[in-house]
């Protein structure tokens, strides 16, 4: 499955990719606005951390999302514990 974050951390962006690994998930991290975020490609799943976005990082990413057809996990914390809920909802853990 693959995931792309939008926002969060910077300082713990090693910790959300290997909390993706950990559930057999390949992910993508944009934590500022740049043209990478207009082609993200279609992942399975693109989790947004809003309270470290700007809006206009986020119109571009749902609006990304809704033209691929992209299911959206949103969360207003970009804590562990917020990402690691995203995933058991939407990633099945490897064991």
Same mark, same amino acid.
């Given at each position: 499955m693959?995931v792309v974050? /939008?926002?969060? %951390?910077?300082?713990m962006?090693r +910790?959300?990719?290997?909390l993706?690994?950990?559930?057999?998930c390949s992910?993508?991290?944009?934590?500022?606005?740049?043209?990478?975020? +207009? %082609?993200?490609?279609?992942?399975?799943?693109l /989790?947004?951390f =809003?309270? =470290?976005?700007s809006?206009?990082?986020l119109?571009?990413?749902?609006? +990304?999302?809704?033209k691929r057809?992209i299911?959206?996990?949103?969360?207003h =914390?970009?804590?562990m =514990?917020?990402?690691?809920n995203?995933l058991?909802?939407h990633? /099945?853990?490897?064991?």
């Amino acid at each position: 499955m693959s995931v792309v974050i /939008v926002g969060g %951390n910077e300082r713990m962006a090693r +910790q959300y990719e290997e909390l993706c690994r950990s559930y057999s998930c390949s992910a993508k991290i944009y934590m500022k606005t740049d043209r990478g975020i +207009q %082609n993200f490609g279609t992942p399975d799943l693109l /989790v947004l951390f =809003t309270s =470290t976005m700007s809006h206009k990082m986020l119109d571009l990413a749902t609006g +990304q999302a809704k033209k691929r057809n992209i299911r959206v996990a949103r969360s207003h =914390t970009s804590s562990m =514990t917020a990402l690691k809920n995203i995933l058991e909802t939407h990633a /099945v853990p490897v064991v």
